[in-house]
């Protein structure tokens, strides 16, 4: 790894292509949008049936602890990268900093197939809720995937206008889901629990690796690492939010730990309402649907009027997820345009002359999203044990490749933190950040490398029980190769530019907001000796013009 090429200068986005609007989210706007991403309501509704009825039963609050305490070693590094360079393509821009121009390349497509293909998952799981609704609630029975086109022509809307709207769209609707999911948890937490009373045996995070009878621990964990996907996008936002170096490692840090302590509480307070040998039952399909694990005990504990708006906030929140994704997507896309990789990949990093949005690469997200809603719409074909095509084959198997894609690039940039501070050295020490210690910046990447690459081995060894019902389709068959593959076609790609066009190869990944270490110190080294009268207003204000100018 010695040989790669790892000096990577920052530099301002191309004359030709705009910048995103700066300093327009503040840290609860990226929170909101981070934490729609991570869809509590739906990572819930959706991932816990299973990792109870077939991954740690009971001891599924344990797995969601283990998950925490993992993700937060993570995060120590991400957030140490995060201070010192902020750039839209998070995963893209720290890659290459640390491991070189094509290992970013290669990280950083895949980051890009994973955040694409999650909006199409999530537009899957959003047409299921929204159709199941209106007929439940004695409306017309119409196709889904009219509801997935209503779903994927708003987000286009939203996407293609400020960021700011969306992320008021996102905080109304993540609000809404939190306090129904937190009204639920506190009900059963009042009352003491169902017949078999608060189950606190389920908080031991030693459960996490026991499993029910014919089921697999490995496939708790891993849908309890799944319901974190998301998180990470805090860094995506980056150049749009206020004071990013600060914004950006607090913000992902509470995500992750809010998360945590959230999940945990509800998994713990479902198990208890339901009680353990119920709750594994329901999640298995005693009653017929999984999601009873929830509505039952919302409309016992609380009442029919809540359980109609649970069902309801399925949707809400479902549709704020693929929003945010989307978002992620753009930017991901935006950022290889505006790094001018190749003459028709450039026009992706325009930006809206109003709204400042990467309106260009906002709308091909939507043409790809729409294209796989399509896809699996005339291709394929509902199966008995898999009747919903949207559920159970766009959501789940896009929703498994966009996973894998996502852990392993989330590995390669614990690695590419411990290479960019402690091999290549690019980074000075930092008496203002102080970045570069043996925990943030070596111990806790290697930790969190080693625990990606476990939950990577857990998909890979249990591809097929992960997919379940829809194991049949050829999505799942291609699902390894297309992620590998893209991967290495991002490698090669990087390779191939470097020996017949140098000039674009040193674009790569080199695009970003500003060195966040040489802008902190110099804004304390400007303060420490600022001027006072005259002198410091004429001071300000040539400031102020070279800011404007850069």
């Known amino acids: 790894m010695s040989t790669l090429d790892t000096s990577v200068e920052s530099a301002a986005p191309a004359a030709t292509h705009g910048s995103l609007r700066k300093n327009a989210v503040g840290m609860i706007g990226v929170i909101f949008m981070v934490l729609a991403t991570a869809a509590p309501i739906t990572a819930m509704t ?6 109870i009825g077939s991954g740690n039963g009971a001891g599924t609050p344990g797995a969601f602890l283990f998950a925490t305490a993992v993700l937060a070693v993570f995060t120590v590094g991400y957030s140490a990268m995060a201070r010192h360079v902020t750039a839209t393509g998070a995963f893209y821009g720290f890659i290459t900093r640390g491991l070189g121009r094509a290992a970013g390349l290669g990280a950083g497509l895949m980051a890009t197939l994973a955040y694409m293909v999650f909006e199409g998952s999530l537009i899957g799981i959003f047409a299921s809720f929204f159709k199941t609704d209106v007929e439940t609630f004695g409306g017309p029975k119409i196709s889904w995937v009219l509801y997935a086109l209503v779903g994927i022509v708003v987000i286009a809307a939203l996407g293609y206008f400020d960021i700011s709207i969306s992320g008021k769209v996102l905080g109304v609707f993540l609000v809404a889901e939190v306090l129904i999911l937190a009204a639920l948890g506190l009900s059963v937490l009042f009352h ?42 805090t860094a995506v936002y980056g150049e749009e939010s206020r004071n990013p170096t600060k914004i950006i490692p607090r913000a992902t840090l509470i995500v992750v730990i809010g998360l945590g302590l ?5 998994s713990w307070m479902t198990i208890s309402g339901n009680g353990p040998e119920q709750a594994i039952a ?13 509505f039952g005990i919302t409309q016992k504990f609380i009442g029919v009027w809540a359980k109609d708006v649970y069902m309801v906030l399925t949707v809400t929140g479902s549709f704020a997820c693929a929003l945010a994704f989307h978002n992620s997507a753009s930017r991901y896309l935006y950022a290889f345009g505006r ?21 260009v690469a906002s709308i091909l997200q939507s043409l790809v999203t729409l294209a796989i809603t399509l896809g699996f719409f005339w291709f394929q074909a509902p199966t008995k044990s898999a009747p919903d095509v949207a559920y159970y084959f766009q959501f789940g198997l896009l929703a498994i490749m966009g996973t894998m894609a996502i852990l392993i690039v989330q590995a390669i ?32 990447p290697a930790v969190g490398a080693l625990g990606m690459i476990y939950v990577v081995y857990l998909l890979f060894s249990h591809l097929s029980f992960a997919a379940g019902a829809a194991a049949t389709s050829p999505v799942y068959q291609i699902t390894p190769y297309v992620v590998i593959g893209t991967g290495a076609v991002g490698i090669v790609g990087g390779l191939v530019l470097r020996a017949v066009s140098p000039a674009r190869y040193q674009k790569i990944g080199a695009t970003v907001l500003a060195d966040a270490v040489e802008k902190t110190e110099t804004a304390e080294m400007a303060e420490s000796a600022e001027p006072t009268g005259p002198a410091a207003s004429a001071a300000s204000a040539a400031s102020a013009e070279e800011a404007a100018a850069v």
């Open 46 to 51: 959706g991932n816990l049936p299973i990792a």
């Open 192 to 233: 003491g629990g169902g017949s078999s009373g608060l189950e606190t045996r389920s908080l031991n995070p030693g459960n996490a690796f026991t499993a029910v009878a014919g089921g697999s621990a490995a496939i708790g964990l891993f849908f309890a690492f799944w319901s974190w996907v998301g998180f990470e996008t």
């Open 262 to 266: 959230f999940y945990t509480f509800i």
């Open 282 to 294: 329901i999640s298995n399909g005693s009653t017929g649907n999984a999601f009873d694990l929830f």
């Open 339 to 359: 790094d001018e990789l190749h003459p028709v990949v450039r026009h992706l990093g325009r930006t809206h002359p109003k709204h400042k949005s990467p309106h």
């Open 413 to 444: 940039c614990s690695v590419s933190v411990i290479w960019y501070f402690h091999v290549t050295k690019h980074e000075p020490d930092s008496p203002v950040l102080a970045t570069r210690t043996w925990w943030r910046t070596l111990l806790a």
